[in-house]
T-cell receptor, first 113, second 111 residues
C-alpha cells in the first residue's frame, strides 16, 4: 500500500521566495495533519483537516503560512514570503479518523537562505 | 495549554542494557500513542493505549498507561542497535482531534 506521499523531499530557496509543499494522504483517510519539526520546538501541529475542511489552524505561525485541501487526495502548505526561521522539516500525516494512528510522510526538509 | 513532557531527553545505553522513557501530561488524557522516529526518518506509530493502567507488550517493548491517565512509559528490554531513534509519546484528549506530541527521548545504543 502506498503511504503518505510528500514532495519535494528537499527544498532550498532564498528568503522572500514562495514555497509550496505537497501531500497526498493515504486513500480512505479522512484526517490530514501538517506538522513542523525543529530541534528547538519539536513536533508542532500546524493545521488539521477533516474531510477536506480545515478544522483548526491555530498552529499556523502567521499569515505567511496557508494550507489548502481541494480534494481528498491532495493538500498543500504554502509559505509566502519565506524567511530563514521557517527552515525545518515539514511532515504531512493522515489517519482514518482523528483518534486513530497517524501515518506520516517522509517529510520535506526546507532550508531558507 | 496542555503540555506533554518526556524524560530523559537523551539516553545512551550499551547494547543489551534496558531503557525506559517517561511521558507526563499536564492534563488527563483519553488515550496515548507512541511513535518512533529513526534518524533522518519520519515518526512511525508503535501503539495506542486507552484504558487506565493498561499494559501492552510488543516483543522487547512494554508500554504502560498510568492509573490517572496522565502519564505513560515505554520500556525496552535488552536494547539492540536497531532500537536507535527518538521515541515520542502523543497525548490525546477526549472530544478533540488534537494529539500533543511530547518532547521526545533520543536513544543511542552503543555496540
Amino acid at each position: 500500500d502506498a503511504g503518505v506521499i510528500q514532495s519535494p523531499r528537499h527544498e532550498v530557496t532564498e528568503m522572500g521566495q514562495e514555497v509550496t509543499l505537497r501531500c497526498k494522504p493515504i486513500s480512505g483517510h479522512n484526517s490530514l495533519f501538517w506538522y513542523r519539526q525543529t530541534m528547538m520546538r519539536g513536533l508542532e501541529l500546524l493545521i488539521y483537516f477533516n474531510n477536506n475542511v480545515p478544522i483548526d489552524d491555530s498552529g499556523m505561525p502567521e499569515d505567511r503560512f496557508s494550507a489548502k485541501m481541494p480534494n481528498a487526495s491532495f493538500s498543500t502548505l504554502k509559505i509566502q514570503p519565506s524567511e530563514p526561521r521557517d527552515s525545518a522539516v515539514y511532515f504531512c500525516a493522515s489517519s482514518l479518523s482523528s483518534d486513530q494512528p497517524q501515518h506520516f510522510g517522509d517529510g520535506t526538509r526546507l532550508s531558507i537562505l | 495549554g496542555q503540555q506533554v513532557m518526556q524524560i530523559p531527553q537523551y539516553q545512551h545505553v550499551q547494547e543489551g542494557e534496558d531503557f525506559t522513557t517517561y511521558c507526563n501530561s499536564s492534563t488527563t488524557l483519553s488515550n496515548i500513542q507512541w511513535y518512533k522516529q529513526r534518524p533522518g526518518g519520519h515518526p512511525v506509530f508503535l501503539i495506542q493505549l486507552v484504558k487506565s493502567g493498561e499494559v501492552k507488550k510488543q516483543k522487547r517493548l512494554t508500554f504502560q498507561f498510568g492509573e490517572a491517565k496522565k502519564n505513560s512509559s515505554l520500556h525496552i528490554t535488552a536494547t539492540q542497535t536497531t532500537d536507535v531513534g527518538t521515541y515520542f509519546c502523543a497525548g490525546g484528549t477526549s472530544g478533540t482531534y488534537k494529539y500533543i506530541f511530547g518532547t521526545g527521548t533520543r536513544l543511542k545504543v552503543l555496540a
